[in-house]
């Protein structure tokens, strides 16, 4: 499986905790303008690396550093080509350097390599699996995570740290990640940060708060963010914790009204829907596309590529562990399954986070999310093959809109949790009474973000009251394909009640709970079976 990008999109940091997090072996080529490096990984460590310069080239650096001669080196060189050894075997053989010291000098330059890596502002890199045989090799063992850190602690140069942090109303919060980080040491002052972080205060407000320096906070979130410890918040500027009422009210707006205004108004700093996906979808659209072409696209994205094989290779799909490319992919899926996997492995990481207010622990929405996606592709194969496609899309993105208004119900949980088991109310119910609208509606205006199409858009925002929706028949999907993915255990209501269906949405679609028994059945199979490879480490 080849993952290809360049450093312009994706940061070196996110590259290597991807190869970290999926234990990977194989070699990382990284090419800048000046230099070509080789990196190897073996089980998500890396233990060796190879290039052309003389920063990278062992033999060199041996020799600046006076511990060989020009002329060993040179004899050593011969041998070693002539032998089809590494330069550092036949330098320990001949004895003109201790195989103790020679692993210490490999470490060190090594992590200066990889330190340098990190000033690169340019490049391309291309990640192949591969077995890895070190029989032979003189090799370090360098944990990922821990040279993340010791190299953004070196970086100075304020243009390579604002790649990450663009502007001072970002919000931040402590990763998912963070108690999964073994032996993790940070400084004082990456500490001092790290504990203005809650998802709520801005990096403007973390300085002025801290009392720190605007370099030295940039500088610890740079290298928090990096090593995973630190991801973006996800929900609306810090700014806008309280609804200023001053200006809002002034204009006969109700607080509700100015509050999903200021919502409105700042969800663009959700992440957007990845730009590949776009350009995915118009060539999955194209009968004329080839599978080469969107095996191209596809894995400029390392983090999607290696979602949608991973997905490809379960069980659900049949093919395990015999999918290598996207393009092989396409070949044995064929477009309309591969435009699936594509949708899901571009939402994962948005749809995977913890909702307290929601009372969803990691990973619940996304469970719940996929269980409704493939509900709802079921149904429409039954009742109107042409909406599958669309079907299974809205399906995955019908509850984003929690994703937005999770921080605001959090901080009234107290009042939702009685409005729901005590008061009797209904989920939207007790939104609208809290908040003045509800999850539908915000995921609606998502779409128009993520540039959904808007019959898509119309179904979501009805899911919950698709008699509301002028007999959309995708709200109706929508609408029986929730009800039907926590029937199969993916989702809970969080008043303890089961859904009800509109009975008008079984008749409109030509259901009955005998097939919604078998379609119940086949949603189960099919996310436990793809959330099983997923999990996989």
Known sequence: MAIKGNFETFFLGRILRGFADDSMTGILQVNNDAESIKIILKDGDIIYTMGHTKQVLLGELLKSKGII??????????????????????????????????????????????????????????FKEANISTKGLIVTQLNIMKLILKATRRIEKMSIIEKQISHDKMVFQIGDRFENIPEVELSDDEKLVLGFLNGQRSVKQVIAESSKDKALVYKALYTLISSGIAEVAQGINAEDEAVDGSEDQSEGQSQGDALKKKILRNMK?????????????????????????????????????????????????GLMGTVSSIQHAAVVLGFKTLGELITVASASSLLGKELKGYGLDSGDLWRHSMGVAFASKFIAARRNPKLENDAFSAGLIHDAGKIVLDRHINKQKEAFMDMLNGGGQTLIAAEKALLGFDHPEIAAELCKLWNIPASQAEAICYHHTPEQSQENELAYVLHVADATAIRAGLGHCIDGELPTVDGKALDMLGLDEEILDGITQKVSVAVDQIAEELDKK
């Open 69 to 126: 001669t020009d002329e060993q080196l040179t004899e050593c060189l011969e041998e070693s080509k002539a032998q089809k050894k590494v330069l550092g075997t036949i330098l320990v053989e001949k004895g003109y350097i201790p195989e103790d010291v020679l692993k210490k000098i490999i470490k060190v330059q090594t992590e200066e390599v990889i330190f340098n890596l990190f000033l690169w502002e340019t490049g391309e890199f291309e």
């Open 269 to 317: 700093d959700l992440p957007p829907m990845p730009k590949i996906v776009h350009k995915a979808r118009q060539i999955l659209a194209n009968s004329k596309s080839s599978f080469k072409e969107i095996g191209s696209v596809i894995e400029t994205d390392q983090a999607i590529a290696v979602r949608v094989l991973r997905m490809a290779n379960s069980a659900y799909y």
